[in-house]
């Protein structure tokens, strides 16, 4: 239990200091839409890993682990961990990272699934509804 909790402080912690998304164009039914405007929207943090280790989104309820990230068509977001907003951290995005406070993450962004990535840590996001 004392790594779990190491764990997922380590995480949203990481979480805390970084983020945000891209620009993609396709074509959809003769509309342009861009990848910053699919992943417009409010996340929540469903599942945590580092190497083998996984934290799927019941554990996340049981600890209080409340992280969400916001995504803004301005390609800013805003990230609260564990609900609280004094524990916030905003920045920007590109089609590549989320930047905050200088700092980088890589994502990728899937049909409502924003992965965040760093070494071996990877946290997923799911867009709410």
């Known amino acids: 239990m004392k790594r779990l909790c190491r764990v997922l402080l380590v995480a949203i912690l990481f979480v805390g200091v970084l983020f945000v998304t ?20 409010t996340y929540k943090l469903v599942e945590m890993s580092e190497g083998d280790y996984t934290i799927d989104a019941d554990m996340l309820d049981q ?41 980088g993450i890589a994502y990728e962004y899937a049909d409502g699934t924003l992965t ?6 990877k946290m997923i996001f799911k867009k709410n509804n």
């Not at 682990?65 to 995005?93: C, R, W």
């Not at 965040?116 to 840590?121: G, I, S, T, V």
């Open 116 to 121: 965040l990535k760093e070494e071996d840590m």
């Open 22 to 41: 891209g620009c993609d164009k396709k074509e959809n039914n003769n509309q342009t839409t861009t990848k910053a405007d699919s992943i417009v929207g």
């Open 63 to 103: 600890m209080g682990a409340n992280a969400s990230i916001i995504v803004n068509e301005d390609k800013t977001f805003k990230m609260t961990a564990l609900d609280d907003e004094d524990d916030e951290t905003v920045g920007t995005y590109d089609d590549k990272e989320f930047t905050a406070n200088g700092e």
